[in-house]
């Protein structure tokens, strides 16, 4: 008896301390999407070279905030890295969610001056552009567009096009031609099929629509404040061109969105385009690569910037990557974004199909034949404009949700009453977060 | 075990039951006594769950006061009693009407009841994501079944803010008549056979025994289910989520919907806290007149 208990309990109690006896371990929280996917692959670099396992625990978008921001107001100790929205910078900096990371970043000589600037801004800094850093730059990302470039060639259409509309049917410089092309597909047949114009954002319940329609908004000039005068939104936020991009957008979505396309955000749009159904998308450059790959039974496609109108804009996406202050693994996690910041871990991540922000990647003479989108990318990175980035971002998101969504998709009252109540709700916000 | 049946019978009848209530008491008292008073409290103060270190103020009556004054939440009421009304008239008639078909003995009974008991089963995210495949004016079958009976062309159930409110009264009919169904189902079965023996030999038409004899009996069931579905229906949330996520812009959102959002996405938890007591005495005080009412009919 004696010999089997020594048989049976000898492996039993070596397997229970080499489990404990394993390597440390992180993890690292992000939404469920491709880079994701990317990240996780070039992870086991970090593993392979420090011994340290990397757990991830990706979220579904839909329900990437709720997530994410209960597990930082809980103070919660599941995530010791965090890749959060760049309007997140604001509240994790404020309320201490995030570690601040001047003294590691000196210490360890990663300098800021590295990383796109605009990106930078953007994911890292608060008070916004002041050299206070809560974030290293992971993921660059901005709104843009993909389009059928097979139907686009195609000569019968080219010439109904231009004899239609006086110019090439090509790459939209400009919202009013993004119109007249995806009004042009709208209807349509090819090949036996009923085509539609552009998937664009129109969901509800997190942040689609108000992603969707700020790219038009900042195209057509439209600022959230009076730059000297912060906080003071009338005449800026629902300025008479910021109307009319409202407008502008509920015109899209009534002339050129497929049927149903009523609450559709990233994968409602990315289905309606990978199934045939539209000639346009609207969606993160985070998809392009997958879209690309996927390009099959004559599907090419093409991509560009957010279009021009009265100046030139895009929305921001892309997050930056935050070691969570609850986190009882500091100093590992630390090490993995020393790691992540090196620049030769930024050329695999850009390879494997993440978006660095290190300008060494950005800057080498090969980055903009590396990937068709890889031009469009630097452009808009250029351009781009963020939603507020204030501590309470989701109350500043919420209504602007909710009156956009009526007016676009439910065609409630008028685009400038639209703009002037989500002012009062957003004065009401700041009122209560003693900022004005 | 026998020391414990030993000990058992020291007790009084009394200290049993006791033994007995306590645990329940206990778990009562702490999930839902104490977070209620708890909710009470932060319903007079400016309290906001995610800003760490701010000290909430008491702020009186203020929040109560905003949230009636303020249109919006009129609004949601609206909404919140459209959609309640309509599925519970709704869940009322077919139920019934269901319920007096499978009254009635004929070949497969058994199986569809099964049949007709199995969309409750379901889970209501999984009901609210298919449903919005259904209501899909592409490829959803809805459309192709209403266009098949007339044609009205393409049209989006769930994109258009005429169509969504019922569009959820539709799902949730769907979903939930089964169970008003198999309520008034025991009340028909409930139903001595002698009092319709004795209609019989009263010449009483098949109309009036309906009328005098199934109505009456069944009646007292009817609005027990109708309660149920009446409490629940008010504090709807995950069925209508994932089937509208409460739009077109909020034209299906729900007073629980907007509770959510003002708790656990802007964080006003004082307000929200306002709120949810405002839904609570709301729904308590319906829920009381409606069971003296049905006591009344019962006693009739």
């Known amino acids: 008896m004696k010999k089997i208990l020594t048989v049976f309990l000898i492996p039993v109690f070596a397997l229970f301390f080499s489990l404990n006896a394993k390597a440390e371990s992180l993890t690292l929280g992000w939404a469920a999407w491709d880079p994701a996917n990317a990240l996780q692959e070039l992870s086991k670099e970090f593993t392979a070279e420090t011994g340290i396992d990397m757990n991830f625990e990706f979220v579904p978008w839909t329900s990437f905030a709720d997530r994410m921001l209960n597990e930082l107001n809980n103070q919660g100790k599941t995530f010791d890295l965090l890749i959060g929205d760049s309007q997140w910078i604001g509240a994790g900096a404020t309320y201490g969610h995030y570690v601040k990371l001047n003294d590691f970043f000196d210490a360890n000589g990663i300098s800021m001056d590295d990383f796109n600037p605009a990106t930078v801004y953007a994911y890292s800094t608060w008070p916004k552009g002041t050299p206070n850093y809560y974030a290293l730059p992971a993921m660059g990302d901005a709104l843009a567009w993909a389009y059928r470039k097979d139907w686009f060639d195609r000569p019968e259409l080219q010439a109904e096009f231009k004899s239609k509309h006086g110019y090439d049917l090509g790459v939209p410089k400009t919202w009013d031609e993004l119109y007249d092309m995806c009004s042009f597909f709208q209807g349509r047949e090819i090949d036996g099929v009923v085509r539609y114009g552009a998937a664009i954002n129109t969901e509800r319940g997190s942040e689609g629509i108000t992603m969707g329609v700020t790219a038009a908004m900042y195209a057509w000039g439209m600022e959230y404040e009076d730059p000297n005068n912060p906080y003071s939104m009338d005449g800026y936020f629902n300025s008479a061109e910021a109307a009319e991009a409202v407008e502008f957008y509920r015109k899209m979505y009534e002339d050129c969105a497929p049927p149903g396309h009523s609450d559709a955000y990233m994968v409602a749009n990315l289905d309606a385009y990978k199934s045939g159904q539209v000639a346009f998308q609207m969606n993160w450059y985070a998809f392009w690569p997958g879209v690309y790959k996927e390009d099959s039974d004559g599907r090419e496609s093409g991509f560009f910037a957010n279009p021009c109108q009265n100046v030139c804009a895009a929305t921001l996406g892309g997050q930056g990557i935050s070691v969570v202050s609850y986190s009882d693994k500091q100093d590992l996690a630390l090490e993995y974004m020393k790691w992540f910041a090196r620049p030769d871990i930024q050329q695999k991540w850009w390879d494997l199909g993440g978006y660095s922000c290190h300008m060494d990647v950005l800057g080498s003479p090969d980055f903009v034949d590396s990937a068709v989108y890889a031009q469009g990318f630097l452009d808009s990175m250029g351009i781009v404009k963020d939603f507020w980035q204030e501590p309470t971002f989701v109350e500043l998101m919420l209504p602007m949700q909710e009156r956009i969504h009526d007016y676009v998709v439910n065609g409630k009252g008028s685009a400038q009453e639209a703009l002037d109540k989500i002012i009062e709700d957003w004065e009401e916000v700041f009122e209560a977060d003693g900022k004005i | ?300």
């Open chain 2, 1 to 300: 075990m026998k020391g414990a049946v030993k000990k058992f019978k020291g007790l009084s009848d009394k200290a049993i039951a006791w033994l007995f209530i306590t645990p329940t008491l206990i778990l009562l008292l702490a999930i839902n006594i104490y977070p209620l008073i708890y909710a009470i409290r932060m319903s007079f103060t400016n309290f906001y769950a995610n800003k760490i270190g701010r000290e909430p103020k008491f702020v009186g009556l203020k929040n109560y006061k905003k949230i009636l004054g303020k249109e919006e939440i009129w609004e949601k009421m609206q909404i919140t009693a459209h959609f309640v009304c309509w599925t519970l008239v709704l869940q009322a008639l077919i139920g019934l009407g269901l319920a007096l078909l499978l009254n009635r003995k004929f070949k497969g009974n058994e199986l569809l009841t099964t049949l007709i008991v199995l969309p409750m089963m379901l889970s209501p995210a999984v009901v609210g994501v298919f449903w919005t495949y259904l209501y899909n004016p592409q490829v959803g079958l809805f459309n192709y079944v209403v266009n098949f009976f007339y044609d009205f062309g393409v049209f989006d159930m769930i994109g258009s803010s005429t169509l969504a409110p019922w569009s959820i009264v539709i799902v949730d009919t769907w979903m939930w008549t089964p169970f008003t169904m198999l309520i008034c189902l025991a009340g028909l079965r409930s139903i001595p056979n002698y009092l319709y023996e004795a209609a019989e030999v009263d010449r009483a038409s098949k109309w009036q025994q309906f009328i005098h004899i199934t109505l009456p009996s069944v009646l007292p069931f009817l609005l027990l289910a109708l309660l149920f579905r009446g409490i629940e229906n008010f504090k709807m949330f995950d069925l209508v989520v994932e089937l509208t996520s409460g739009g077109p812009g909020s034209a299906t959102e729900l007073a629980s919907i907007n509770l959510k959002r003002e708790a656990f996405e802007k964080w006003k938890t004082g307000y929200s806290s306002a709120f949810a007591v405002i839904l609570f005495v709301t729904i308590f005080g319906f829920g009381n007149v409606y069971v003296k009412v049905m006591n009344k009919i019962k006693e009739r």
